[in-house]
């Protein structure tokens, strides 16, 4: 009597296969392993084939991923015919700020005026973040936008940059009320040899911050002057021209004329 045995195998196929995730950000040098995971569990054949869509983006090994280059490329994973993907986006390693330099670190301003302060330098020029935060100690003296300087009221304050990283430099900023025309009690003197008198200087406006005046004498030989008082000296006769100049704005004058006689 003879027998048979007929040994029959059946093989269970992949029907779906799934990673660990489906897209994904790295830093240039960095790894990462994905997972995949095939249905049904009991599947025969649970080999899975790797790929890179651009290897010199990111490379793949058994699922493990090194980031080459900045870029985007597409991890596949297949088996059986059935595939999934992973986006997997590279950026460069973060550079830090070291330091920032301000165009100015002292400006004047007139009340109303404008002005610009700019970043002149980031520290390494390869930074990554660059982002700068404006910010001033008493935005009612000075108001500062994207470094756009606002001058409101006289006084002082200080304008500060900063960085994402809590880098700073920043700029003092003094704030007045110019004087913008001053008045004389007398445009014309006569004076002889030996006399003195008294000019005496208006500024406007009224609340003109810096007040102080200097005065000047064209010929100190025949005259002299300070602080307003005028002296003719024991020089020749003649004419001597005076001038009166803002202390604060020197655009600002005003001139009076002597004739020293004997």
């Known amino acids: 009597r003879l027998t048979a045995t007929l040994k029959?195998?059946?093989k269970v196929p992949v029907t779906k296969i799934t990673l660990s995730e489906t897209s994904l950000t790295m830093k240039k040098g960095k790894t990462h392993t994905l997972k995949a995971h095939v249905t049904p569990e009991d599947a025969s054949n649970k080999n899975i084939k790797w790929s890179s869509s651009?290897?010199?983006?990111?490379?793949?090994?058994?699922?493990?991923?090194?980031?080459?280059?900045?870029?985007?490329?597409?991890?596949t994973a297949e088996s059986n015919g059935k595939k999934a993907?992973?986006?997997v986006k590279v950026e460069n390693p973060e550079v830090a700020v070291?330091?920032?330099?301000?165009?100015?670190k002292v400006l004047h301003l007139n009340k109303g005026d404008t002005a610009n302060l700019k970043v002149e330098k980031i520290t390494p020029s390869n930074a990554t973040d660059k982002k700068i935060v404006w910010s001033s100690s008493n935005s009612n003296v000075v108001s500062v936008s994207n470094g756009k300087l606002v001058a409101k009221n006289p006084g002082s304050a200080k304008i500060t940059a900063k960085t994402s990283n809590n880098k700073t430099a920043t700029c003092k900023v003094n704030v007045i009320i110019p004087v913008t025309r001053i008045e004389l009690s007398s445009y014309y003197v006569s004076l002889k040899v030996g006399e003195t008198?008294?000019?005496?200087?208006?500024?406007?406006?009224?609340?003109?911050?810096?007040?102080?005046?200097e005065w000047h004498?064209?010929?100190?030989?025949?005259?002299?002057?300070?602080?307003g008082t005028i002296k003719a000296n024991n020089g020749d006769t003649g004419y001597v021209w005076c001038k009166v100049y803002s202390a604060s704005n020197s655009d600002v004058k005003a001139q009076f004329l002597v004739h020293i006689t004997k």
């Not at 609340?207 to 102080?212: F, L, V, Y």
């Not at 004498?217 to 602080?227: A, F, R, T």
């Open 217 to 227: 004498s064209e010929d100190y030989h025949k005259l002299s002057v300070l602080n």
């Open 8 to 10: 029959i195998e059946v």
């Open 197 to 213: 008198k008294k000019i005496t200087a208006t500024v406007y406006p009224k609340d003109a911050t810096i007040k102080q005046l």
């Open 85 to 87: 993907t992973c986006k």
């Open 98 to 104: 070291t330091s920032i330099k301000l165009n100015y």
């Open 54 to 75: 651009n290897s010199n983006i990111v490379s793949v090994s058994n699922g493990k991923l090194t980031a080459k280059s900045a870029g985007t490329t597409t991890i």
